[in-house]
């Protein structure tokens, strides 16, 4: 067998990430000052990585000073940190967490892990965010070994640090492991860097614009192993 174990990213990996943004656009409209915030917050935390080579302490906390620091000014009181925290825990942690209900998988998902499963294949989980809730609400929470995410691991993709944790957890070497991932920068780079395979998914438009611009598509980016539109693609692929 080519794998010992599949891991996989969660948000546009095991759904298409449109039907969470269709969602969200009143959200976005709204919170668009704490959604910049953060977006700006995880920014400087990948620079710190990459710079220092060395994690900013508890990586929940950091973000949420920095979040603070954005939204209040240098140096906020400890109310105005708290405030953000709050806002931020139960508009974004929690708040988008809801919406999964009512949220499907791309085709042949469940398929796909049940084959997997069957195969005596391991299977993994790696996200930027808590994905408990989420795989729950998406019908898929029993199928991991092992769930890591930024606020376990410290990092954020496309981080080694995250990467190795993820192997560690699953006590599988990294080359034995093939991530799955919807970003060619965030998780192609960051798996390829530690040695794992890669395998990335291009859906609807990306599938269209990959099609068009195939020369070009991974100009800035590093190349997959593998390069799949479809579930069943993905499970003839580890299977053979």
């Not at 890669?198 to 599938?207: E, Y």
Request: aromatic share 14%; glycine share 8%.
């Amino acid at each position: 067998m080519k794998f010992s174990a599949v891991a996989f990213d969660l948000d546009g990996t095991l759904y298409p990430a449109f039907r969470l943004y269709v969602r969200l656009i009143p959200f976005f409209f709204r919170e668009n000052r704490l959604l910049m915030a953060m977006g700006k917050a995880r920014k400087q935390l990948r620079a710190s990585y990459k710079n220092s080579g060395a994690a900013e302490g508890d990586f929940y906390e950091a973000q949420m000073r920095l979040m603070a620091e954005l939204l209040c000014g240098p140096r906020p009181p400890e109310e105005a940190w708290e405030k953000v925290r709050e806002r931020t825990e139960r508009l974004i942690y929690q708040g988008w967490e809801q919406h999964f209900k009512k949220i499907r998988l791309f085709p042949h998902v469940k398929e796909t892990l049940d084959a997997f499963r069957g195969a005596g294949i391991k299977m993994g989980l790696l996200s930027d965010f808590p994905p408990e809730k989420k795989l729950e609400y998406l019908g898929v929470a029993g199928y991991w070994s092992t769930m890591v995410c930024s606020e376990r691991s410290g990092r954020l993709k496309p981080d080694p640090v995250s990467f190795l944790d993820l192997a560690s957890r699953m006590e599988v070497p990294p080359e034995r492991l093939l991530y799955v991932g919807n970003n060619a920068a965030y998780d192609v780079g960051g798996a390829a860097r530690v040695g794992m395979k890669t395998a990335l998914i291009r859906s609807g438009w990306k599938r269209f614009f990959t099609a068009m611009f195939a020369k070009t598509s991974f100009a800035n980016a590093p190349v997959p192993d593998f390069v799949f539109s479809g579930y069943r693609q993905l499970s003839q692929y580890v299977l053979g």
